[in-house]
Structures are given as C-alpha cells and as structure tokens.
C-alpha cells in the first residue's frame, strides 16, 4: 500500500501555499499526495508537476462536480463530463493516475427522493465515456459513494458496486472513505468486502475527521478487511480544517476537529504505518 494525505487538509484549491508544504510531508514520509481540482483552469499544471517530481511524491488527483453540472441532469451533462475530461487531463498534465470523488452529481444536491434507473443509467452511461478516454492516457477513475447528507445517487458500497457493474470498464472502479461509511453502512469491513474487485481507492478518514484512531471507526475491522482483499492501493488521509471558508461551508465543519494541518498529517501518517506493518 501507498499512504497519501489530501492536501484539502491545506486549502481548497491546489496553489502556492499548498505547494509550499510539499516538502514536510515529503520529510514525513508520505508516499504522495492527493491534489485536489476543482477548478481545473486555475492550475499551474507545470508548477504542481515539477515540487512533485522534486521531491519524488507521487500524485491523485480529488474533484467534485461544480454547481450546474451533472451527468444525471439532461441540461447539466455536457457540462459535467467537460469537467470530467478537464480534471483528467490535469491529472495527466500533473504525473496523477487517478481521479476520484463523487464523479456523477454535485456535493449537497438533493432532489427529495431515491435516484431513477434512468439518472443511474445516465451516470454510467457519462462514466462510460470519460473512463475510456482516461484510460487512454493512463488515468483511472474512482466514484466515491457520500452518506446521504450529502448526496441522493450512490451512499453505500453495495449501490457503488452496481455501479461500477454497469460502467464496466476497466479503468473505472470504486472509492471508500470511512466517514462515509462510518454514517451508511451497518458494517465498514463487510462493505469493504462486498466491494471486492472494484475497490481501487480508499480515504483514511476518523468518523469526525480528525485524526485517524482517535475516534468510532471500527479500524481493525477496515484494516482486516483490505488485507484479505489484498488490496494494494492508495490509503489516502483525508480531513478538512475551519479554517477554510469553502471547505466548512461544503463540509459543515463549524468548529476544530483536529490538531493544525501539519500535526494531523504526522499523527495520521504514523497510524497508517502502524497498521500497513501488521501485513
């Protein structure tokens, strides 16, 4: 496995302050870094590429849909798969191969019931598409299932499965984050389990976000279950701080979770390793 820390940790946007501490958690040990994108003209693809590659990280890449885009709403799909195909060509751009998060719908979009067959269908049908043009430039994708809170289309591990079943490629796969799973599923390790083949990512997250450990996650249940999968992804840590205006609107963090960004990714990183030597 690979440890990876999201640098949403840092900021909302990858730029010259989340640059600038490249190189601690490269003196950390971390093996990478996730870059987020969500405004995939603002970044400078050949900056980013050039501190990775200096200080040997390697790269994926998170991103959500923007508002007015979705690839389960008629007048909203060109628009969400031109983000899909922007936020991979960064990735491409950057050295990242991979490019996950809650591909098909915005964050916080509710619709006041279940999803239809024909939106889940539209979704795959959009996954489809962009999964096969990544792939051709060495990039894979991983849909993230978000507890209901959060979205109305995919909140389980089983639904992502479905899924991912439907899109049927191979560069398309699944991402679970444990706070996802922590609120949706009555058991994270069976999750895991069920996801089988399909599972391509995973985000290290406390079921508060903060440091990993610390709080309700059943963690030998999770850890236990990637080892008999033999999973031998990324473990990427992801939390976010307050003191991030756009990142506690879009998350609902009012208040410290955590310690500052630095001290969580030491302490979260020295977690991760706890467990990966276990075997």
């Known amino acids: 496995m690979r440890i990876g820390i999201n640098l949403m940790a840092f900021g909302g946007q ?39 590659r200096a200080l040997g990280l390697a790269a994926t890449v ?53 999803p ?4 889940l269908a539209l979704a795959a049908e959009g996954l489809q598409e962009v999964a096969s043009l990544a792939a051709e430039r060495g990039v894979r994708l991983a849909f993230e299932p978000l507890n209901r809170f959060e979205t109305y289309l995919v909140t389980t591990a089983a639904q992502g499965v479905a899924l991912a079943s439907e899109v049927d490629r191979p560069g398309f796969g699944l991402l679970l984050d444990t706070f996802h799973m922590h609120i949706e599923e009555k058991d994270s390790a069976s999750a895991i389990r069920a996801a089988g083949r399909h599972l391509i ?31 031998d992804g990324w473990i990427v840590a992801e939390t976010f701080d307050a003191r991030i205006p756009e990142l506690a609107a879009a998350t609902a963090i009012w208040r410290s979770i955590g310690p500052e960004p630095l001290t969580y990714a030491r302490e979260t990183l020295a977690f991760a390793r706890r467990w990966v030597a276990r075997g």
């Open 14 to 52: 990858i730029g010259p302050s989340q640059i600038a501490v490249l190189p601690a958690l490269a003196a950390m040990g971390y093996d990478g870094v996730e870059v987020p994108v969500f405004d995939p003209t603002g970044v400078d693809r050949a900056g980013v590429r050039d501190a990775l």
């Open 201 to 231: 990512h995973v985000h290290l997250s406390e079921n508060d976000r903060g440091v990993p450990g610390s709080g309700q996650v059943d963690w030998a249940g999770v850890w236990a279950a990637l080892r008999e999968l033999g999973y």
């Open 62 to 114: 998170s991103t959500s849909m923007p508002a007015g885009a979705s690839l389960t709403r008629a007048e909203e799909r060109a628009r969400g798969l031109a983000h899909l195909r922007a936020v991979s060509e960064v990735a491409v751009a950057i050295g990242a191969d991979l490019v996950c998060g809650p591909l098909a719908s915005p964050v916080g979009f509710h619709i006041g019931r279940p």
């Open 116 to 119: 239809t067959m024909e939106e």
